[in-house]
């Protein structure tokens, strides 16, 4: 374990309900294969998933989705031309 994640864990564990601590650290280890094109992950079966859903298969982690201002202006150009006027 490296120092500064022992420092994390320990220090979350002073502060977090006796036993919480421990039950809310979930991590993943290892390598992900990742698609550069698409970020699909693909898992242990072979098959390709999309990057929220391996994530909440294998972690307690939930999504919730928004658009970045470069892709509000890639995919909306209209709406945001519109508001960098107004």
């Not at 698409?38 to 098959?47: L, Q, S, T």
């Not at 298969?57 to 945001?80: M, Q, S, V």
């Amino acid at each position: 374990m490296k120092a500064s994640s022992y420092w994390f864990l320990t220090s979350f564990a002073y502060f977090a309900p006796r036993g919480k601590a421990v039950d809310d650290v979930k991590t993943l280890q290892g390598l992900l294969p990742i698609c550069a094109g698409c970020k699909k992950i693909r898992d242990d079966k072979g098959y390709w998933n999309t990057i929220e859903s391996y994530i909440s298969e294998h972690t307690d982690a939930e999504f919730t989705h928004g658009l970045c201002p470069d892709c509000i202006t890639r995919l909306y150009p209209g709406y945001a031309n519109s508001k960098k006027q107004g």
